[in-house]
């Protein structure tokens, strides 16, 4: 029977023996959680994007690409493939399926190198709508921000327009989380996005008590009037 210094030695010897795949493939599944699955909301890849695709111990299959007008990349030894409208993690998922046929179990990780557009889009019911400038992906509060702020505080649905044309109604309510912490990752504005703010139903309270006034002042005038031609 081994000792435990015994056992050790040898668990470190099995170690070592491991495949170099093995020893890599956590360190690649964190790397793709992190780039690749992150909210439900994920950024959706549109041409002129710049995306980095990751073959572990396949150099021959990693490389950067810049997707083409028509939406698609040239890849090495399977040809064109169509990779606008999807998320990271979904071509993640194609890529391992087709590149299944030439890697045994690929593990297969994508990041986005560079946004083809840097700018968001705010309109609507806010101080300063207009285009604006980012860097990276911003939450809707960040962008409420930077236009100023909304008109009525009191609006209770924001949209969110993506730039493949999918639209998502926000309530105001539910950008905040409990305790009055807000959940700065569940909406989030990524390039090429449009936050519109529907204008909501506006009581000029100073017009009416002007005309009110006005009103008033007529009647007065009338009654005095009347009062005179007697």
């Not at 668990?11 to 790397?31: A, D, E």
């Given at each position: 029977m081994l000792s435990d210094s015994g056992?050790?030695?040898?668990?470190?010897?099995?170690?070592?023996?491991?495949?170099?795949?093995?020893?890599?493939?956590?360190?690649?599944?964190?790397?793709?959680?992190?780039?690749?699955?992150?909210?439900?909301?994920?950024?959706?890849?549109?041409?002129?994007?710049?995306?980095?695709?990751?073959?572990?111990?396949?150099?021959?299959?990693?490389?950067?690409?810049?997707?083409?007008?028509?939406?698609?990349?040239?890849?090495?030894?399977?040809?064109?493939?169509?990779?606008?409208?999807?998320?990271?993690?979904?071509?993640?998922k194609i890529m391992q399926g087709k590149l299944s046929s030439y890697v045994n179990n690929p593990v297969v990780a994508i990041s986005i190198e560079d946004y083809y557009s840097n700018k968001i889009f705010i309109i609507g019911d806010v101080h300063a709508a207009g285009?604006?400038?980012?860097?990276?992906?911003?939450?809707?509060?960040?962008?409420?921000?930077?236009?100023?702020?909304?008109v009525n505080p009191k609006v209770k649905i924001i949209k969110i327009i993506r730039a493949d044309g999918t639209i998502m109604s926000v309530e105001t309510k539910s950008i905040w989380g409990a305790e009055g912490k807000r959940d700065s990752k569940k909406y989030v504005l990524y390039p090429g996005d449009t936050m519109y703010v529907p204008e909501s139903f506006h009581i000029d309270?100073?017009?009416?008590?002007?005309?009110?006034?006005?009103?008033?002042?007529?009647?007065?005038?009338?009654?005095?009037?009347?009062?005179?031609?007697?």
């Open positions: 056992a050790r030695v040898a668990r470190v010897i099995s170690i070592q023996k491991l495949p170099m795949k093995l020893l890599l493939l956590p360190l690649f599944l964190l790397f793709l959680t992190t780039f690749c699955f992150g909210d439900a909301e994920e950024y959706i890849l549109q041409p002129g994007d710049v995306i980095s695709i990751s073959v572990v111990e396949h150099p021959e299959f990693s490389g950067r690409h810049k997707i083409r007008p028509d939406g698609r990349i040239n890849y090495p030894v399977i040809g064109e493939i169509d990779v606008a409208s999807l998320t990271c993690a979904q071509l993640v285009q604006y400038q980012i860097f990276e992906p911003v939450d809707i509060i960040k962008a409420i921000a930077m236009c100023g702020g909304v309270w100073g017009a009416i008590a002007t005309v009110l006034g006005i009103i008033s002042i007529s009647l007065q005038i009338l009654i005095y009037s009347s009062s005179l031609s007697k």
